[in-house]
C-alpha cells in the first residue's frame, strides 16, 4: 500500500508564492518520475511539470520561469515552489508518481488527494 500525501497549498495574492510538497510513504521499491497536475472546474487536466529519476524536469510553458519542481529522493519527496502566481493558476493540484512496490514488477501510477491552490487577484 502507497500513499501519497500532499500539503502547502492556500489562498494567496497575484505575484506571491507557495511551496507544494508530497510525501509517498509505504511500500516503495522504487521511485521513477514524478509530477504535478492541476485541474480547474471545468477545465482539462493539464501536466504542470516533471521530474525524471534521473533529475531531469519539465515545465509545462505557461509557468517556466516561474514554478520549479524538484525532488528529495531521501525523503521520498517532490516539491513544486510556485512563484509570481497569477490568477489563472487558480486550480487543485495534484502530484503523481510512478512507483515500483516490487523488483518483480513494473512500476504502478500513484495520485495524492489533491490541494487547492487560490490565486486572488
Known amino acids: 500500500q502507497v500513499q501519497l500525501v500532499e500539503s502547502g497549498g492556500g489562498l494567496v495574492q497575484s505575484g506571491g508564492s507557495l511551496r507544494l510538497s508530497c510525501a509517498a510513504s509505504?511500500?516503495?521499491?522504487?521511485?521513477?518520475?514524478m509530477a504535478w497536475y492541476r485541474q480547474d472546474p471545468g477545465k482539462q487536466r493539464e501536466l504542470v511539470a516533471l521530474?525524471?529519476?534521473?533529475?531531469?524536469?519539465n515545465h509545462v510553458d505557461s509557468v517556466k520561469g516561474r514554478f520549479t519542481i524538484s525532488r528529495d529522493n531521501a525523503k521520498n519527496t517532490v516539491y513544486l515552489q510556485m512563484n509570481s502566481l497569477k490568477p489563472e493558476d487558480t486550480a487543485v493540484y495534484y502530484c503523481?508518481?510512478?512507483?515500483?512496490?516490487?523488483?518483480?514488477?513494473?512500476?504502478?501510477?500513484?495520485w495524492g488527494q489533491g490541494t487547492q491552490v487560490t490565486v486572488s487577484s
Open positions: 503523481n508518481a510512478q512507483i515500483a512496490t516490487s523488483v518483480w514488477r513494473g512500476p504502478t501510477d500513484y
Open positions: 521530474v525524471t529519476s534521473g533529475g531531469s524536469t
Open positions: 509505504g511500500s516503495i521499491f522504487n521511485i521513477y518520475a
